[in-house]
């Protein structure tokens, strides 16, 4: 975080309900020293973290920033890796960051939908305590929304359980960037067709898939899909928030921080001037209503 956050951190927002922040990535102290081997080990993980810069932390260091911008609870995962066992790996962790502090951390696991196991491993995380499954990558985990019999059981567990499922969404068009793939708003809109019964939540915003919703056939499609905010202020203007609440309705804007790639402090601050009442439903009040949070 640079000097300016930390000189700049907002005010406490303006509503009575608590802000939860949907998107929040762990990595185990194991994982932090071991970067280098991480990286030998998974090439998504390779383009996103080799770069020493790009920042990892444990949980420890996730409550220490909801505690300085007033983020009362966090849903938390680890990374998507293709290798299953590294996906087991990291949702150990994260089931321990929620038996640390339950009050505060709602966890979420990563499996690798075709790699044998993919189900099982889900359901061990979800008998364990574990409410959603995500941050699933499907370029980096080689999978494709549009025909994929291990996503679609992944998909049936959830329905079964009534949990939602975080799936990686990025823009057709701009700059390209790490981490940046195939996933757009197309494959995505098909996914959410073929089973109309899960909860999606589409990171960064759906890669736009919001706007469409001012058709009425992509609306009732999408009655339960919601779109996170996660790195929004790399890829929209400002007005992105309002954009979204008048194309597919206010309830449906979930905040991710995307921590510790960006701060919360940065969300906040940069949404001051934006509608009270979206404002109020985006940091809080649609989370606690579409996750079931309490």
Known sequence: ?????????????????????????????????????????????????ADPKSRMVPYERVLEEMDATGVARSVVFGFAYRDQGLCRETNE??????RAHPDRFVGY????????????ELERCLDAGLLGCGELFPDGQRF?????????????????????????????????????GANTPGPCYDFAQRHPELTIIY???????FFYELMAEVRATLTR??????????LYRRDVYSIAAATAG?????????????SPARYLRETEDLDVAIRRAVFGGNATKALGLR
């Open 1 to 49: 975080m640079s000097a300016a956050e930390m000189t700049r951190r907002p005010s406490p927002p303006p509503f009575a309900e608590p802000v939860v922040d949907v998107h929040v990535h762990l990595f185990s102290p194991e994982v932090i020293a071991g970067r280098e081997r991480h990286v030998e080990r998974d090439e998504w993980f390779r383009q996103l973290y």
């Open 203 to 209: 990171a960064h915003m759906g890669g736009g898939l």
């Open 93 to 98: 962790y994260v089931l321990e960051a929620v």
């Open 225 to 234: 899909v919601f779109y996170d905010t996660s790195a929004v202020p790399y």
């Open 250 to 262: 206010p309830e449906k804007i979930l905040f991710g921080s995307d921590y510790p790639l960006l």
């Open 144 to 180: 494709d929304l549009t025909s994929s019999p291990g996503l679609d059981r992944i998909a049936g567990v959830l329905v079964e359980r009534g949990l939602p499922v975080n799936l990686h969404a990025n823009e057709p068009v701009g700059h390209v960037y790490p981490g940046k």
């Open 109 to 120: 696991a990563c499996v690798s939908p075709e790699a044998p196991g993919a189900t099982r």
